[in-house]
Nanobody
Framework: QVQLQQSGPGLVKPSQALSLTCAVSGASITTSYYAWHWVRQPPGKGLEWMGV???????YYNPSLKSRTSISRNTSKNQFSLQLSSMTPEDTAVYYC??????????????????WGQGTQVTVSS
């Protein structure tokens, strides 16, 4: 059974960068077919897809966030990470890592993800 464990800060100052990591157990992030995502949900709003890293390391990003977002991976640790630069209060949200079976871009339907991290409440405030 795959498990996703998130780590990272819950409070970020404006203009700083956010760094979150998702450690995966029970499955390899290099196994073909699966894809590994970062999504977020601002307060009172729906799910926003941020980006994905596929089993082969290829990455795809939400065009609205692409200039500030980077997703990378550490295959030796079986984990993948999110970096979001130039944070503003509008980036305050619960951030999740999640998995889909197959490479899908722009997924905002929760049912299309088969595994989730526990979520990280990130607040941007000075």
């Amino acid at each position: 059974q795959v498990q996703l464990q998130q780590s990272g800060p819950g409070l970020v100052k404006p203009s700083q960068a956010l760094s979150l990591t998702c450690a995966v157990s029970g499955a390899s992030i290099t196994t073909s077919y699966y894809a590994w995502h970062w999504v977020r949900q601002p307060p009172g709003k729906g799910l926003e897809w941020m980006g994905v890293i596929a089993y082969d390391g290829s990455t795809y990003y939400n065009p609205s966030l692409k200039s500030r977002t980077s997703i990378s991976r550490n295959t030796s640790k079986n984990q993948f990470s999110l970096q979001l630069s130039s944070m503003t209060p509008e980036d305050t949200a619960v951030y999740y890592c999640a998995r889909t079976d197959g490479l899908r871009v722009g997924v905002i339907n929760r049912d299309q993800y088969d595994s989730w991290g526990q979520g990280t409440q990130v607040t941007v405030s000075s």
